[in-house]
């Protein structure tokens, strides 16, 4: 499975970005979507995630200001950002893990950087 990040880019404080995540091949099927995120100097960190049925899982430091959702039948996730902090600066990875694996797939990471 290979997993292409977009969306990520330069915003100011408050501001918003989209990210988006698809999957090389529609036929799969995932039981687990999501996005992580790594700043440096730091571990990679849960942001949200997101299951094929629509429940939904955030980190505290974004509830009410992310919004995750997925498209099941293009294999497609998206983070909604909004009301950026400079805290949220990081290389935002997406996730995902089909059925029946105990191991899933990271995409490549793209950056968002969010100045004050």
């Known amino acids: 499975v290979q997993l292409q990040a977009s969306g990520g880019g330069l915003v100011q404080a408050g501001g918003s970005l989209r990210l988006s995540c698809a999957a090389s091949r529609s036929s799969d099927r995932f039981n687990l979507m999501g996005w992580y995120r790594q700043a440096p100097g730091k571990q990679r960190e849960l942001v949200a995630t997101i299951s094929e049925g629509g429940n939904m899982n955030y980190a505290d430091s974004v509830k009410g200001r992310f919004t995750i959702s997925r498209d099941n039948a293009k294999n497609i996730v998206y983070l909604q950002m909004n009301s950026l902090k400079p805290e949220d600066t990081s290389i935002y990875y997406c996730?995902?893990?089909?059925?029946?694996?105990?191991?899933?797939?990271w995409g490549q990471g793209t950056l968002v950087t969010v100045s004050s």
């Open positions: 996730y995902s893990l089909r059925w029946g694996r105990s191991t899933g797939h």
